[in-house]
Each structure stands twice: as C-alpha cells, then as structure tokens.
C-alpha cells in the first residue's frame, strides 16, 4: 500500500529590496533583437550607452537589485514560484516544468530593454532538479554590436556554436579522478542525479566570447532560467569571489591583491560550523582561472588544497578536428606500454580488514596492525589461489575458493580469537541496481534470476525466496551476461577503474578478473558458448570503445585476451553477440543499427540503411527465437526497438530493413490503437521467444505481443518505467525490472504477477526494527518510508513524503506506530494498524538527526541539526509535547540515525552536545541534566582534540556508555560518575557511523567506511574483531534485531545477516579471569567488571563509597508507585511478602521504597487521616497531623502526563532574614500597578459576572483589577510564586495559594475578604504544591488539592478555617469541583478514573467515601485531566488526548464521550446547554451540548454525533485558566504566554485584556514625559506601555534573539507623538535595532558587537549611541549614519554591566566636553570619560577598582558590579558589588576619592537613584527593595517580588519607579514629599 504525503509552503523570509530602476546606468536601454526564448537572431544593435558601473560595484545583486519578488521588472511564465528552503535559510525560486520554453523565469521583463550589467563574472547560485533537465540563455551585448546568446543545459548532448549561438552541456557532478576524461563525462550527461547539490556557476563572460568567437564584451542584455532548477540568487561582479574562503582567511592571506574576495554574506551558501564549503557544495568556473583553451561542457573541477583554488585536468578541447583526435588516439595506442598480467606476481588486496596470520610468529598483531588496503588489484584467473606476502612480517593471505565460507585468515600461532568464526553470514540483501536498473537474467533452469544489487550479485530463487552472494567487487556492478547454458556469469564494474570477473556460476567461484581500459563499461554480452566476451564502453576520450575479449580458456585455468576493438563516433545503447556465430555482433543506439564483425583480428562494422527512421533513438534489441532446417543459420530476423514506438524488423543476412511496425497505447486494454498519429510507446527493452515478443516501455507497461505485434495480448502495469524485460527459456515466464528497483516476473500460465524485490531507489539513511509484530522500517534519500516483514523481508507499507526526505525513523516499542522526522524539521507518527497520520510535531525547524523511544514506550525523543532536543509522551496513542530544550545536542552534526540513545531500563538519555567534544546524560523522563563528559581531555598525550561521533549505552547491569570519537577510538565510560572505564582504538580507518551491543552485553558491532565489525565487547582475545564486507557505500547504520539472531546493516542497501553466536545460555565457559582484569585499569579493585556469564549475585551490591547520591531518575516505575494504596496504615509494618522492599545503598537519607499493591478499581472506603486541625500561623509546628500522611507517595514524584500540575519556576532567591516595614501612613512610595499575568499558573485568575471582581496573579502579588476604569488594587502578603486562586460562589471570599517560604514545612493559602483585600486566615497543610481548590455551593467548605507529589485532598470549615478531613490519595489527581446542586458531592480527576466523594457528616464528625470508576475502555491508557459539572446531574471531564467524557451521576457512569481536540484538554467549563473546553493546542472551543440529556436514557449505547462545535478561537498560548457568564456567551481566559483575552463568542472577537512577558525581563525604562514606558526580555520582544491604563501599546519582535538591554532616546521638550520618539535595543547577536514608536517601524540595523551585547545608553543629546558586550568592549555609534564612531577596549574581558551619560560645564573637570558618561564592568572596574561628540573627543577621566575578598563564601553568582552618576552631588557617582562589606560608596570625581558609604542589608543587584528627590533605590537577591533617603540613610523595604529583583529604574521626574522581579513588572510612585 501506498499513503502519499504532500507538504509543502510558501514563505518569504523578509527579502530586502534595492533602490533604481531598471538599467539603471542605462537609461534608454539597449534594444535587443534576441528572440526571447527562441533561436536568438543575428542583427546589430546602436552604439551602447557607455555604462557607469560605479553602482554595480563592488557587486550587484540582480534579484535584489530587479526587485523578483515584485514581478514588475522581471517575467515568470508556468510553473515558477518563491519557497524558504531550510537548509539556504532562506528564499529561492523554483522553477520547473515538463517543457522547459513554457517555465520560466526572465530578467528583465521584455526583449526591449536591458539589464546594462558591465561586471566580468556572472554568479549563478542555483541546484537542477533531480532527475530532471534544465536550460539557461545568457543574451550579452558585444562591443561589435552584436547580441550573443550564450546556452547551457543538461539537453544538450555536445558543444554547438554559431556567429550568434553558444549551446554548452553542463554536466552535474564528477566522478573522482575523472574530468577530463570522455567516458566520465558521457555518464555524467543528461538529467541531474539524485544527489545533485547547490552549485555556484561563475561565468566568465568577456574570456567566453573572446575564446569562442573572437568578440569583445559589452554588457548583460537579459537572463532567461528554464526549468527544471531551483536558484537563490544572481550577481556581478569585476572580483573574483571564493566562497570556501571567510573573511579572516582573506585578510591573512592577502587574497585582495590577487583579485580574489570572500563571497558576500548575502550572497552566500550557510556553512555549518566545522564543515567546509567544498565539502557541501559545487563551485563551477567556467572558463577556469587562466586557461587558453576552449571546453566543450561545463562541469564541476575538484577543489584543490588552497582555499578555493581548482586543481583539474581540463576538458577535451573542442577546436580538435576529429581528424587530429584519431591520429593522437593512433599515437598513444602505438606509444602506450603494453599491460602484462600473466608475468606479474599477484598481490592480493581485495581481501577484507580480516584476522591476519604470521606463521612464524607467535606474537599477537595489534587490532589496528590488522587493517589491510581494500582497493581491487585485478588479477587473471591463473592468480587465483596464489599467495603473497603482505608485509613484512611474514603475514599470509589466503582466498578460499568456496563462496560460502568468509574469506579470511587466522592466526595459526594462537588459538585465542573471536568464535564462532564467522560470526555473520548473509542471509539476504534487500536491494536492486545501483549502477542500472537494466540488468536481470534467468539462470538456464528457470528456477533462479541474477541481478546486481551495488557491488553484490544476488542469485534469487523464485520459489523459495533463498539468495546466494557473488561478492567481490569493489564498486557498483554497471553490466551481467550469461553465457548459453548458464554456466559462465561475466559482471562489469562501473567506476574510472572498470574491471570484469567471470564467475563459475554453479560453485560461486571467480575465474578471472582482468582490466577492461575501459572507463565506464555500460554493457556485455557472452556469446552462446562462452569463448567470447564483448563489452562497450567509453574511452578515456569519450569515445565508444567496443571490445571483444576470448574467454574459451577460462574454464582451464587460462587468460582472458583482447580479440579485438574498435572505436566509433555512433552512440551504442545495445550490443549482443549472435547466438549462431561467435564473431558476429549486433548493435543500436541513437540515430544507428550496425552490424559487427570479427575477422583478421579487427573488429568492423556496417551500417544499416535505416531511411526516413534515421533519426530515432533505438534502446535494445533481440534475435527471432527458433530456426528452420532449411535456412542458413544467419537467416534471422533481428528486431531493433526505439524510443518512439518503432520497432524495425531487419533482415540480418541481408542487411536491409524488412518491416518498420510503430505500436501505439491501447484505447482499452487489449484493444490497439488504429490511427497513427500521436505518440507511440517509448519502448525501453524487448525480448522474443518462438510464439510472442515482451516489451517494456517508459509507461510502465510490460506488454505480451503475438510476433507480428497485431494486439496485445497481455499486459502488466508498474508504478515507473519499466527498464528490462527478459522471457525465461522455457518461454512461461516473463522477468521485468524497473527505474524504480522493483524485479518481478509475469507467469503466462496463471496470469499472476509475483514481486520478487522492491528496493530503495536511493542510499538508506536510517532503520528501526521492533519485535512484536517483526517488522522493520527504513528511511531513504529516495523521500521514501517503507516497512518490511522481517520473516519474509516482503514489503508491507510505502509512505512518500512529496517535498520532505525522511531522514530518522523509530518504531514505538507496544504500540504499533511508526515516528518519522524529516529533513523539515517535521517529526510524524503513523498508526500502522490504520495505516493513518496521528499527529505532526513542528518543534524542530531543520533536518532531524535523532529519534528514538524509550524501550518502555512513554517517551519519545528527537533532535535536529539546530540542537533543538524535544521529548514527548506517548502514553497514548497521539503523543504530545512534554518539553523543548534549545542547543543541548551539538549543532550541524550531520543526520545519524542513533544520535539519541535511551538507556535498556528508560531512565537515561545520551547524546553529543552542545558541543562535538561533550557527551551528556539526561533524566530521560524530564530532561533535567545529569552528566557532562568531556572527550577532548581524556586523552592527555594526544595533541589533537578528540570529539565524540556516537554514543551508546551497554546493557543495564553494566551501567557503561560507549563513544565512538572522530580519532577512531571507542571510549568505554562509567553512565553515572563519567569515569573512562577503558578504550578500544583503532576501531576503523575512519570515524564509526553507528554502534550496537547485544542484549547479553557479550558482543559489539561497529560500521565505519563501508564495512562492518563484529566485536568481543570485553576484550579477551589477541584479535578481538571479525570483518565484513559487500556494501559499496558507506555503512549508515548497524544493529541486531530484537531476538539478537540476525544483525542488520544499511548504506546502498539493506542487508540481512545472520548472526551465529551461541546465546549467553547456552555458550561455554570460556572466560578467563585474568584476561579481562589485566586489559583494565585498576585491575583488582572493586571497579572491575565483572562477566556477564558469572553466577547470580546472592546480595544485593552496593555502590562505592565515591559514588554520587543516588538520583531518582525512574519513570519506569510508575505502575509501581502509583498504585491505589491498601486502606491500612500500617502496611510499612506488616512485613508482608512483596509490600515493600528496602535497598541500602550506603548514602545518608537516600533509601529508596518500591512498594507493590493491588490496583482496586471498585467502591474503596479512605478513612481521613486527620480528625480535627485547627488553622496555624507559620512558625508553629505540624506534628501530629503531617506524621500520619507521610506515604511512599513522596518517593514516586514523577510528573504525570497533564500539563494542568503546577511547576514553579526555579530561582536562587531566598527570604530576606531582616525586613524594615515602613510605618503605616509614611511610605516613601506605593505601588501603583503591575504588568503582567502569570501564565505559569493554574487556574489562577477569576472572575464573577455578577459583582464584577477580576482578579488574577503576578508572581506572590494578586492583582484585582476594575474592567471598566483599568484601575488595580494589590493584595500583598504571599512570598511565593501564587499557584491557584479559588472564588467563593458570593464573591466574598478569595483563597490564593503558593508554595512554601523557606525554612517553611508546608505551603500558604490565603484567605482574602474581598471587600477590603484584607487577609483573614492562612492555612498551611500540604507540603509542596497545591495544585487546585473549590468551595461548596454553599461556600461552607473548601476543599484544596496537592499537587503530584503532595497527593493529599484536604476539606476545610469557611467558617473556622480549620481543617476537617485531610486524605492521603495513591495516585496525583488533577482537578477538583464541588457539586453545583449539593454541598455533600464532589469529584476529582486523574489517571485513567473519575472519582466521586461524599461527605458523611455525623455530629462533628466528618468522613469521605469514594467511588472509583475507571475512565471507559475505548480511550485507552489516558490521563482524566479537568472536569466541570452541568446541568441536572451532567459531569464533564477531559482527558489528555483530546477527549471529552459525559458522566452520570447518578449511576457514577460515563455514557458519553468524543474527540473534542488534538491535544490535553486543561479547562472545562459549563453553562446551561454549553460548554467550553480549552487546550495546550491554544485554541478554545465552544460545543452545543443541549441534546446530551436525552442520551442519557441510552446509556453506554449514546453516540457523539449530537454534540455540535459552534465556534472555535486559537489563542498564543496553551489554555490555563477561565471564567465565564452563565450563559457562557463573554469570559475571560488566561494561556501560558502570560495573557488574559477577553472573549465573546456572540461576536466571535478575542481582545488582550492582560498581557506581559512569559519570559525574564532584561531591561526597563521610563519615555522622557513619563507617559510610557518600554521593556524588553529573553523572547526578543520591546515593549511599549502606557502607563496611565497599563496596557499594550505596541511590540517589536525579533525572532530567535534575546533583547538584552535598550534605553529611550532623550528628548524632554517634545511630547509623545512627535517624530523623535525613539527606542534603541540591543541583542544577543550583537545586533542594535533603533526602533521609531510613532511610525512602530525599525528604522536602523547596526552590528558593531561580535558578542552579545549587555548595556546601552543615548549621550544627553540623543546623538550617539553607547553599547557595550560581553567582552567587555564599549562602541559608540551614530544612529545617523550606523557608522561606528569609537571603540573602547579598557574594559574587554569581562562584561559591562552599566553605561550611563549625564552633562557637565564644558570645561569642568579640566576636560572639554559637555557630557560626562561612565562605564562599569562585572570585574568592578569604572571608567569615566568626558566627551565632545561633536569634535570627536573622548577622553578618559578617571578610572576606578573596588577590591574584592578572594573568594565569595555562601555566593552562588558574584553580584552585579553598578554604578551611577548622583544626581544631587554632582560630580559624583555611586557603586555598589561585591566588595570586602555590604555597602554603597559615593565616589567624588573632584577629590578622587569614596566621600560617604552607606550600608546595606546585603549585596546589591540593581541600583536607581532619583534625579529629583534625595532618594536611592537598590534591590537585592532576597526579593527585596529598598529605599534610602540620602543623606539620612533612612531606610524602607518594601515586598511584592518573589524574586530577584534585578532591575529598578526611577523616572526623569523622581516621582515614579519601575521595579523587574523575573518576567513581573511592579510600577511604584511616591507619595513622600
């Protein structure tokens, strides 16, 4: 089955455009009298214009310049569109189309007018499609006044000029070693191969003229791109521009003189780091650097040694007469030496990396000795069984004459090696072609077909299925023949190298291998008895070579001899010889038949008169079948097929054509086609036997015809074209192969098709096999998934991603479903069962470099090549995203398929990163990081820096992690403490590409180059590995499959081994204790490994004393830990058999209990754990109460799949332990309103319709805030990050909680009257978070939900606040609510069951029953994660993949559900007959839900189908909390991107209530009229607020960078409004953007910075910009001009914290200048400098070091070093950091020296002082303000920041204060005179 994926888009990634006209310069134009997109005319044009190129250069880009994009001075025609390529990043124009004349895309628009571009060098950075042709016409303009069109295109067949016409081939790609060379080049014409890359084309535009019709360059008239191409961009230039070369490799090297430029940056191809140009991408300069001579194609040259430099053998001359090239031919065959094989003795070095045997010598050879050379030697047949010495050593090579049997040799001087030996044999290879698809035989007794896979021929039985090998070559395989009774098998090697081996078919045996001098051998064909052998070819010309070589003595030992050949200008497509005489030889080809013959020792030929059909193109051709007594032998009718349908019937005797027939596609099947106009069949191969004639042809047809072709008799489609057709000798079967890898046959008898092979058309990239269902999935260049039966290798499934190369792939461990990512960035997951797309995740923006599951199938990860690392669950069917981390794994690494491992128990995950040099291990459940190795130190005596390649993890007793690294080694690491446990090197000649370990730990296969490895993991023998060879490309992956009996290995092919090791059951003992002590360091100590065949541990073993603390990494534990609980208290105690088990481990508190309980799913009776509690304040104890809930649920804290639990973000921040509280009535300041909701919440905003109130949290501070006047109150007194909010059904009370201070046990809820925001009651009860609360209906009780970790449900007395019943639960519970219609009935939700609690009341007494009732079957294993009750006894729920479930309670049963999103559904809520339900997908839904009453009566028999979706709303963040009317027609709704939209639905409108920055604030500041002010953050947003109502005025956003500082343009006179209201910002690239408000556009882009950039500042004027970076490095810029005026290097090195200007006296200080501006940096160092901006000065005036202990005690970080100008004292400035005490200096510039000090509480983080008011604003760490009134140092703190606050700023009145705790902003305004 087939399911096709079609993606794709358009984007435009912001092209900027040029300023000009067309022809610009050029003003008039040059008419042209080309015929655009026809022949180009002759004809002269005026005098040109003379062209001022002074704005062409340095280089013009076209596209830009011409504006493309715009198609108003430029023409597209067809099939032409703009599309963002991922790996350009960026847009480019595909063009493409069938006839290239009716697609393209033309500059400029019309014939008459002209581009005038003068510039030398034409840059064309374009890629050909894939299997497809493309044109280009360049029109240039002569100074002779003639216009020449300049041609090239993968059509054309050789080079063509005319006075004005220059056709040029281009070639794509080039084989090693071969340019220059003819044969090379004829492969290489024609379509674009599949691995066709990027190419920049540089056309040398006066050199073409000049060297090929003596005329002199004018200019660029036009430019016409034909499809089928993709291109980024065209430029000219005068210089030469090398873009292997960066720009400080030019500058170094001094390449300017030499005319030679780095490529511009927008010009150029992206390079990933450490990578090179040439290694990615093609470089064409046609004509190359220097040359003389005129080419006859353009083609890529090799890269040399020198940054871009091109090192090649030059084309054939095209000004050689065919004449002068036969007379050279002449000459070098008479001058060339003459090969002697027979008398030269063989070294034999085709034999594989094996075991290596020195006779003499009972020494062991090292493993990396052991490497031998791979590449062919051919040799005669007499050579075989001959040996020779290899080196030195006395070492032997021996080659066995049976195939079945692995060459090899070994050590005849040890027994100690590596057994059974072989370990691997092939068992079958998946796979067809490689060089061609054309060729496949039947072997004579119709039972078997021979055809070439890569470098393997495969014998396929085609009843069986069973393959048998032919290994031996080196390179793909081009060409097979048989001879006539099948005995002899000759095979061809493609390659610059071609040799031929005749094979012994019966025994698998090589006869002969011998030298063909041919360059590409492209056919054979043997002659009936086998004596003769013919192949044709091309010459190292280009010429066609036919040869003809004597085979008779090959079955006796002899040599193989050249009979004869010949050259020929004709082009051969087929040869065969004829079966009724040895010397005679047929051929066809485009535009010929000939006839051969051998006489004398030449070899002739003859042409056929072919007529009117002289021109066709002929493919093959065959012999009739069968022969009458009466006619001479060479009596035959020779039938010649062709590509337009013809098939010519030619008398063979007397060399004439006898009948032409052309065959035509049916109207119907099996009915011809009368007329006999229109296209005929394109007809690739024919075979005959006596009654019928096969043909195939290139409409995927393989047809039966009666011998006089009247009507079809029987017919076969195919998905692609069908290449070779062959009738077995029995003439019942009919052998067929496609373009597309596909064998089969067609059985005449039954009429049946039978596929034998489908195979890739292109390199396997990757593979996943899984064991329940033994199947195998692979993924191919070919943008092809497949899965294939692993019992019968059959494949099942075929998905095809249209634009997207699939590049990874894994299979889900239990379900059956396949994740796929994509060369997009896409990663896909198919339900295989239903053969259906189940989800698309879009977290990655590149190419996927790793997927893989957990083995226990929770988790999913994947990379791409950006270092993104994502994890998803997959506890359902549609997994989701649990967490995206940027930049862990290393970036631009290249796809592997195993660059993410797990370890066998799920609890780890490895990879490479961030950097190629670290390997780090994570908590495969959470991502949270545990290990980092560095690679590159391991080694000390090495001096090159080693990196890791790829990683994996050894079985999980032995707690090892292997990594293969770049100096080809395989380091052997300690999973937990990264210690180098030992390394095996030299593993390959090159870096492994993958690795794999069997289960029993025993055996390690490796792939490097283009073989594999069989490994002993522990090292015992002299020679510890075994060598397999047979792919002709590099090996992509190996690993076993999961019953560990067959290894499997893809790269051209798949290949299926089989594996023959014993298992670890049943192999002998054969270990030696000393052997593995001695190869390990430490040998005797408590670190050695032990062997995986000892006897089982009788004790459980205990860690080392140097272990780190034990980390709960589990999540494979789950089913264990959350598991309902027995109802017994007691159950520690009982010591029943499997309650629980203890497991010391010799760490302090680090005991880990797994407990093992019966899951109950009936009616289950919790008996509270608590009676009475009444409420605490927070310094009192818990003891009673919290001793009896402490359960083994606090050792099971593994987050569950819903995203409704809250998770506090981390911070460093602690309590302050002094706090001097303003006295009522006298505070300083007050704060005045806060921007910002907390989108890290749950639940934490509410609304009543009724009374109005709206309130919502910010960090520790509830904002309430008036809808109708915008005005805010601030309820202050929680210290934490608020978790929930509750609302009374009154709207009288509010219950707020946040998790525990520190020093604090358990966490704070809050109890607020609404009327005063007066706090009335705290409680404290659970220990970590709470996760959920909801009053009663009427309000008596409260009820509050723990968190995952905390799994308590507590009830609480609204009237006393004390606690009434607190119960302990076993599993986490995600939602609570109270019964609208009793007090006494509430439910809550979790994993996989509702449940329903009742409250029993007697006397004071209060108890909770409950009834589990397990979530329905048909969800599956699902997560309950929200619920809201409607009306007349309704409950809904949610579930974590995507449902919604309608239950009944009165029967406590779900009678109800259906799909109601993609994703978990967090919030539900009910009004009447609706409902709204919101998602982490961001959207919002709104469902009639009228009709479900009536289902009710039908019980589980209800169907979906009356629930109606009325509206739906996406909104920019997953949904968190809502409120809604009854009516549910208006609400409010909270998502995580920290936003509150108001919706109305009868409207269908969402409008920002509420909005602030979801990530840290980096900077904030006040406009100059104090109306608004701006912020910016880690999201790369600035932001403008009005502060009047708080609100969102307008946002600049750049993508993928942080904004790290920015600072408003000063201008106090002009208000708000006028032009000259500015921001600056400044990023982590390095970039300054000058942001114009009023327009709300960018107006500048500077990059003076290399680094991020960490301050910036306006001078008082607002003429310079000062910004400083991490490095320390201060620039002063003009926002005029973008120039970068000055730069300061005093500070570089560390980073600066602080730039601040103020002005001065002119000559104050005894400096000119009227500004005065310091800069700090973080090593406490202050600079301060007087400046004249206007005459360019800046001098230093003072420089200041504050001293610092050595090192700090109890300091996570070093506090920010901070200065500021005092704005009361001029003069003066301020500093606080870290120093020798707590304090503010104050610092006189005039006396040089600190004049005052003020102490602190604590090291300062963010410094203020008022320009208006002696007031100083420092904040601190310990989520405290401060404010001082100077000189008194009178001080006042001030709470509302549950974090650091690092940021405050006064306003240029003194009046107002901004204040940054994380991503809140608090806004403070005085209220002290």
């Not at 078997?448 to 032919?470: D, K, S």
């Not at 042809?697 to 072709?709: A, H, K, T, V």
Request: glycine share 8%; with cysteine; charged share 20%.
């Amino acid at each position: 089955m087939r399911a096709t994926l079609r993606l794709g888009g358009h984007g435009d990634n912001g092209v900027s455009t040029g300023q000009g006209t067309l022809g610009r310069g050029c003003v008039n134009g040059v008419p042209g009298t080309g015929g655009n997109g026809r022949r180009p005319c002759g004809g002269t044009v005026p005098p040109p214009i003379p062209v001022p190129a002074a704005w062409q250069r340095p280089y013009l880009n076209i596209f830009k310049h011409f504006r493309v994009e715009e198609w108003k001075r430029s023409a597209r025609e067809g099939d032409v569109a703009a599309l963002t390529d991922a790996r350009l990043k960026g847009t480019v124009y595909r063009i493409r189309g069938s006839i290239p004349a009716s697609n393209y895309l033309q500059l400029p628009r019309t014939g008459t007018q002209s581009l005038g571009l003068a510039g030398r060098y034409l840059y064309l950075l374009f890629r050909p499609m894939p299997r497809k042709h493309f044109v280009i016409h360049l029109d240039v303009a002569t100074q002779e006044n003639q216009v020449v069109r300049i041609s090239f295109s993968t059509l054309f067949k050789e080079f063509k000029s005319t006075a004005t016409w220059l056709q040029f081939p281009f070639l794509c790609g080039a084989a090693e070693g071969s340019l220059g060379d003819g044969a090379a080049r004829r492969d290489l014409m024609g379509a674009a191969p599949a691995d066709v890359r990027w190419t920049c084309l540089v056309l040398d535009l006066p050199s073409i003229l000049s060297l090929y019709l003596s005329r002199r360059y004018s200019h660029l008239k036009s430019v016409k791109l034909c499809s089928n191409l993709l291109v980024k961009n065209l430029c000219t230039s005068d210089l030469v521009f090398d873009p292997g070369v960066t720009f400080s490799e030019a500058r170094r090297a001094d390449l300017a003189c030499r005319g030679v430029a780095p490529m511009p940056r927008e010009m150029a191809f992206p390079v990933p780091r450490g990578q090179k140009w040439h290694d990615l991408y093609d470089y064409i300069r046609f004509p190359s650097e220097g040359s003389k001579l005129s080419y006859d194609s353009i083609q890529k040259i090799c890269p040399g040694p020198a940054a871009g430099g091109q090192v090649s053998k030059d084309p054939q001359p095209v000004t050689l007469t065919k004449a002068v090239r036969d007379r050279l031919s002449l000459i070098h065959q008479i001058t060339s030496p003459k090969a002697m094989p027979r008398r030269r003795p063989v070294i034999t070095r085709s034999i594989p990396e094996v075991h290596l045997t020195a006779p003499g010598s009972p020494a062991a050879v090292p493993a990396g000795d052991q490497e031998l050379e791979k590449t062919q030697r051919p040799h005669s047949a007499g050579d075989i069984g001959q040996s020779a010495a290899v080196g030195d050593g006395g070492i032997h090579v021996y080659a066995h004459q049976r195939s079945e049997r692995t060459i090899r040799a070994t050590h005849t001087g040890s027994e100690e090696r590596l057994l059974p030996d072989p370990i691997l044999k092939l068992r079958m290879i998946i796979g067809f072609g490689g060089c061609s698809t054309k060729w496949a035989l039947w072997t004579r007794n119709n039972a078997a077909v021979v055809y070439p896979c890569h470098a393997v021929i495969v014998t396929l039985q085609i009843q069986t299925g069973e393959q048998r090998f032919f290994i031996g070559h080196t390179d793909k395989v081009s060409a097979l023949a048989f001879n006539g009774n099948s005995t002899l098998l000759a095979s061809a090697q493609a390659g610059p190298l071609s040799v031929v081996r005749l094979w012994d078919f019966p025994t698998g045996t090589c006869l002969s291998v011998f030298k063909t001098h041919v360059r590409s051998l492209l056919s054979l064909s043997f002659s009936y008895s086998g004596a003769v052998l013919c192949g044709v070819g091309k010459d190292g010309h280009g010429k066609t070579l036919v040869v003809v070589w004597n085979a008779a003595q090959v079955t006796r030992g002899g040599e193989v001899a050249v009979l004869a050949k010949a050259h020929t200008d004709v082009d051969i497509q087929a040869l065969k010889i004829a079966f009724f005489d040895d010397t005679r030889m047929v051929s066809c080809g485009r535009d010929n038949i000939r006839l051969w013959r051998v006489r004398s020792g030449a070899l002739r030929s003859c042409p056929i008169n072919l007529g009117e059909y002289h021109s066709l193109e002929f493919t093959d051709l065959a012999f009739e079948e069968g022969h009458a007594a009466e006619r001479e032998p060479e009596d035959r009718m020779l039938f010649v097929c062709s590509k337009s349908g013809h098939v010519l019937e030619v008398d063979y005797k007397n060399v004439c054509v006898r009948t032409v027939r052309r065959l035509l596609p049916a109207e119907s099947r099996g009915c011809p086609r009368q007329d006999k106009a229109g296209p005929g069949i394109a007809i690739n191969s024919i075979s005959f036997s006596s009654t019928f004639c096969a043909t195939g042809s290139e409409d995927g047809y393989l047809r039966l015809w009666p011998l006089d072709f009247s009507a079809v008799v029987l017919e076969a489609e195919h998905e692609a074209p069908v290449s070779s057709v062959c009738i077995s000798p029995d003439s019942r079967k009919v052998l067929c192969t496609t373009a597309a890898g596909n064998v089969g046959y067609l059985d005449i008898q039954s009429q049946g098709y039978n596929t034998l092979m489908r195979s890739h058309e292109d390199s396997v990239l990757a593979f996943s096999v899984e064991g329940i269902w033994k199947q195998m999935a692979t993924v191919s260049q070919d943008n092809t998934i497949r899965v294939w039966d692993l019992a019968s290798m059959q494949q099942l499934y075929d998905f095809t991603a249209a634009d997207e190369m699939p590049c990874a792939v894994a299979f889900h461990p239990t379900q059956h479903v396949l994740a796929c990512g994509f060369d997009s960035g896409m990663v896909r997951t198919f339900s295989l069962a239903a053969s259906d797309l189940l989800v698309e995740h879009k977290q990655h923006r590149t190419v996927i470099t790793g997927l893989t599951f957990s083995p226990d199938g929770n988790f999913m990860f994947s990379c791409c090549l950006q270092g993104t690392l994502a994890l998803y669950s997959c506890m359902a069917q549609k997994s989701h995203v649990l967490r995206v981390l940027g930049n862990v794994v290393v970036r631009d690494a290249g796809s592997g398929p195993d660059a993410l491992v797990v370890s066998g128990d799920s609890r780890l995950l490895a990879f490479v990163g961030p950097s190629k040099y670290v390997v780090t291990v994570m908590e495969a459940c959470s991502l949270d990081e545990l290990l980092r190795v560095d690679i590159s130190i391991l080694d000390l005596n090495s001096t090159a820096l080693d990196s890791a390649v790829r990683v994996c993890f050894a079985p999980a007793p032995r707690g090892e992690l292997l990594v293969s690294t770049s100096s080809n080694k395989i380091l052997v690491l300690d999973a937990k403490t990264g210690r180098l446990v030992r390394e095996v090197s030299p593993v390959h000649k090159l870096s492994c590409s993958s690795l794999a370990l069997s289960k029993d730990g025993r055996y390690l296969l490796t792939a490097g180059d283009k073989v594999i490895k069989v490994w002993d993991y522990r090292m015992r023998f002299a020679v510890n590995f075994q060598v397999y060879i047979g792919h002709s490309e590099p090996v992509r992956q190996v690993a076993f499959t999961p019953d560990q009996r067959h290894v499997i290995s893809v790269g051209d092919a798949i290949f299926l081994w089989d594996f023959l090791a014993l298992p670890a059951e049943r192999s002998p003992r054969a270990e030696a204790p000393s052997s593995e002590s001695a190869l390990l360091p430490g040998a005797g100590s408590s670190e050695k490994l032990k062997d995986a065949s000892e006897t089982p541990r009788q004790t459980v073993p205990l860690p080392l004393l140097s272990s780190p603390p034990c980390l709960d990494v589990s999540s494979v534990h789950q089913a264990g830990c959350q598991s309902i609980f027995s109802e017994s208290d007691k159950e520690e105690e009982a010591g029943l058999p499997g309650s629980s088990r203890m497991v010391a481990n010799g760490d302090k508190d680090a005991t880990v209990r797994v407990v093992e309980s019966v899951r109950s799913e009936e009616l289950l009776v919790v008996r509270p754990k608590v009676g009475r509690e009444s409420s605490r304040s927070p310094g009192e104890s818990a003891n009673e109460p919290r001793k009896e809930t402490k359960s083994p649920k606090s050792q099971c804290s593994v987050r569950p799949d819903s995203y409704r639990h809250f998770t506090p973000r981390f911070k460093a921040s602690v309590l302050p332990q002094n706090f001097l509280s303003p006295p009522a009535g006298s505070e300083f300041f007050k704060l005045k309103g806060v921007i910002g909701y907390n989108g890290n919440g749950r639940g934490n905003m509410v609304w009543n319709p009724d009374t109005g109130f709206f309130a919502y949290t910010c960090g520790c501070v509830i904002v309430v805030e008036d809808l109708h006047s915008g005005s805010q109150n601030h309820w202050l007194g929680h210290t934490e990050e608020i978790s929930t909010l509750a609302l009374s059904h009154d709207a009288q009370v509010l219950a707020s909680a946040s998790g525990k201070r520190s020093g604090d046990s358990h966490c704070q809820i809050r109890i607020w009257n609404v009327q005063d925001g007066v706090c009335t009651a705290s409680l404290f009860h659970h220990e970590t978070q709470v996760q959920a609360m909801a009053f009663s209906r009427d309000d008596r009780f409260l009820v509050t939900l723990g968190d995952y970790s905390d799994q308590t449900i507590a009830l609480w007395n609204t009237y006393t606040y004390k606690l009434i019943s607190s119960t302990c639960i076993s599993e986490p519970v995600h939602d609570v609510a109270f019964s609208p219609f009793s007090h006494r009935d509430l439910a809550c939700v979790g994993k996989g069951a509702m449940m329903f609690w009742l409250l029993e009341q007697q006397g004071a007494d209060v108890n909770l029953k409950v009834h589990r009732v397990p979530a329905p079957d048909v969800l599956g294993p699902v997560e309950l994660t929200s619920l809201c009750y409607g009306d007349d006894g309704l409950l809904y729920s949610g579930t974590n993949s995507g449902q919604i479930c309608l239950w009944d309670t009165e029967t406590n049963c779900c009678f109800m559900t259906w799909e109601a999103d993609e994703g978990e559904i967090g919030v539900l809520v009910c009004g009447r007959d609706r409902l709204v339900s919101g998602s982490n997908t961001k959207r919002i839904r709104l469902w009639a839900v009228a009709a479900v009453q009536e289902l009710r009566l039908k019980g589980a028999d209800a169907r979906s189908s009356s629930v109606l979706l009325e509206h739906e709303i996406t909104l920019d963040g997953t949904i968190v909390s809502a409120a809604f009317d009854d009516s549910l027609e208006m609400g409010i709704v909270g998502t995580t991107a920290g936003t509150l939209w108001y919706i109305n639905w009868t409207e269908s409108t969402s409008i920002r209530l509420i909005s602030g920055h979801k990530n840290k604030v980096t900077e904030v500041c006040f406009s100059p009229d104090e109306t608004h002010c701006a912020t910016c953050g880690e999201d790369g947003s600035v932001r403008i607020w009005s502060l009047g109502s708080m609100e969102l005025v307008v946002q600049f956003q750049v993508l993928n960078q942080s904004c790290q500082c920015l600072a408003w343009k000063p201008h106090p006179v002009v208000a708000w409004g006028a032009e000259s209201q500015h921001v600056v910002a400044g990023y982590s690239d390095g970039t300054i953007r000058v942001f114009s408000i009023s327009r709300t556009e960018m107006e500048l882009k500077m990059h003076p910075h290399a680094v991020a950039l960490t301050a910036i500042a306006y001078s008082t004027d607002g003429e310079m910009i000062l910004s400083g970076g991490k490095d320390g490095l201060v620039v002063v810029s003009s926002p005029r001009t973008g120039m970068t005026i000055h730069i300061l290097a005093e500070h570089k090195g560390s980073p600066i914290t602080v730039l601040q200007c103020t002005r001065k006296q002119y000559r104050d200080f005894g400096v000119e200048g009227g500004e005065l501006w310091l800069a700090t940096s973080l090593d406490r160092r202050v600079s301060v400098w007087a400046s004249d901006w206007l005459k360019d000065k800046c001098e230093l005036l003072d420089w200041l070091s504050f001293p610092a202990p050595a090192g700090p005690e109890g300091l996570g970080s070093l506090p920010p070093s901070l200065a500021a100008f005092c704005p009361w004292e001029p003069g003066t400035l301020v500093y606080v950091g870290f120093g020798m005490q707590k304090e503010a200096l104050f610092y006189s510039l005039r006396k040089k020296q600190v004049v005052e000090k003020i102490s602190l509480p604590y090291f300062a983080t963010s410094l203020s002082l008022s320009p208006a008011a002696r007031f100083m604003a420092v904040g601190f760490s310990e989520q405290l303000l401060r404010l001082l009134r100077c000189p008194s140092s009178e001080a006042q703190d001030y709470a509302g920041h549950d974090d650091t606050v690092h940021l405050c700023r006064f306003a240029p009145s003194g009046r107002r204060l901004l204040t940054a705790s994380h991503s809140a902003v608090l806004l403070w305004e005085l209220t002290a005179s």
